[in-house]
């Protein structure tokens, strides 16, 4: 029978038997390490990433807060862009074989994971991600039919806009104190405004969630939502290159075959870790005595350090784990990182409810009264708590119940949830 008269079969989610335990090792992955790092947001005010480390933090604190700019601070969002983008193409590829359009029911599913990350946004805590990944998804529709090559190309360009936007930030800031005292003192007169908004939003939001009821900090995360929109215009672009990344993986069918492109893997791994290295130990070192709204040629070095070696590592991440799959997919690391990356979205919304409720004020009220290494053992101790019960629990479901209610809108009908 032609291609052109094969009836189609409707999409659905993938089943047991098509999953690729590898993604899900990575994914698995991606969210231990986002908790690494947001651990700091949930236990402190989102304004004091902004600024300087606290000139009274220990020595200790130092060196856990360098480890994590070094480490995970950036790497794991990329990580999760990179899967997402892979996700996306999986579905390109599936949708095909079954003679669909992909269109409609990938807006659905984005349509409903933003609805699902606004009530994330406003009801449990600002730092939501998921709402930037469902509009940012739309952009993916776009480059469905784009050639791989010419798909690496577009992710160079997009990650190095934030880059390119620093560079003329700062040579503003700069030249413009160069052009005459008026000039310098106008740019110092606003900055210092700046500042001054920062630090006032920094001590409210420290008196709000410690003390404030859950109506109040409701109110406050709403007031914080526009400093991660913020957010997201700085990072977005990098995110979305990362996405194109992901998409070029899974048309060359890298994950699905590590066997055949261990020698691609094995560059991607060597050339990520040595970027990587070299950027995140710039970013590291640098960032933590400079004030990110302050332009200045310091901050220029710190953020070109990020700018090239958070996804150089990133991918360094994804092409390691790949590696270590090949022999190692039966080890004992392995079942909890993929049982945890099979219901990411229910992992992630529970990190973010149990960490609230540990830190916030309507909780236990531990926010701002614990240092960076008691953070780090808190986040590492939930990590395992979760990964222990999603080995449980997917052992007995198909998917989580957030999975489970994402698939349900997306595709307007119910499915076996056990077995």
């Known amino acids: ?5 094969a009836p189609s079969r409707p999409l659905g989610p993938v089943t ?4 690729n335990p590898l993604i899900d090792t990575i994914r698995g992955f991606a969210l ?8 700091a947001l949930f236990a402190h005010p989102m304004q004091r990433i902004l600024f300087p480390i606290d000139p009274a933090a220990t020595a200790v604190d130092r060196l856990v807060d360098w480890c994590i700019r070094f480490f995970a601070e950036g790497k794991f969002y990329s990580l999760f862009s990179f899967l997402f983008g892979l996700g996306f ?8 074989e079954r003679g669909t359009r992909l269109g409609p029911v990938y807006a659905r599913r984005l349509g409903i994971l933003f609805l699902i990350g606004l009530m994330h946004l406003f009801l449990v805590w600002a730092g939501d991600i998921l709402t930037f ?19 690496l190309i577009w992710a160079a360009i997009l990650v190095a806009v934030p880059l390119a936007l620093n560079t003329l930030g700062t040579a503003a800031v700069v030249g413009g104190r160069m052009v005459n005292p008026a000039v310098a003192t106008a740019i110092d007169k606003s900055l210092a405004v700046q500042d001054s908004v920062f630090r006032a939003g920094e001590t409210q939001a420290n008196e709000v969630y410690a003390g404030g009821s859950y109506g109040e900090v409701t109110a406050q995360r709403a007031r914080d939502a526009g400093l ?12 979305v290159g990362m996405f194109l990344i992901g998409l070029y993986v899974a048309r060359r069918g890298i994950l699905s075959d590590v066997e055949t492109h261990a020698r691609f893997l094995r560059r991607v791994f060597v050339w990520g870790l040595l970027l990587g290295v070299v950027g995140n130990g710039l970013y590291a070192t640098l960032i933590q005595d400079l004030p990110r709204i302050e332009p200045s040629l310091m901050l220029l070095v ?21 590696l270590l799959f090949r022999h190692h997919s039966r080890a004992n690391w392995v079942k909890p990182l993929a049982a945890a990356g099979r219901i990411p979205l229910s992992n992630y919304l529970a990190q973010s409810i149990i960490c609230t409720l540990v830190f916030y004020g309507y909780g236990l009220g531990f926010f701002g009264r614990t240092g960076h290494l008691a953070e780090i053992g808190f986040a590492l101790t939930l990590y395992a708590l979760l ?13 989580g119940p957030m999975e489970w209610l994402w698939r349900r809108g997306t595709y307007g009908r119910s499915f076996r949830s056990r077995g």
């Open 32 to 39: 231990l390490g986002i908790l690494l790092v947001n651990i």
């Open 16 to 19: 047991p038997a098509e999953r």
């Open 89 to 96: 193409g999986i579905q390109l590829l599936r949708s095909a």
């Open 1 to 5: 029978m032609p291609e052109s008269t």
């Open 133 to 151: 990944y469902a509009l940012a998804g739309f952009v993916l529709l776009l480059f469905r039919d784009v050639k791989p090559r010419t798909l």
């Open 387 to 399: 990964a222990t019960l999603s080995v449980w629990y997917t052992s007995r479901f198909r998917y």
């Open 228 to 239: 991660m929109i913020y957010g997201y215009f700085a990072i977005g672009p990098q995110m």
């Open 302 to 322: 710190a953020m070109t350090g990020y700018a090239f070696g958070t996804p150089a590592l990133a991918l360094a991440y994804a092409a390691g784990l790949a």
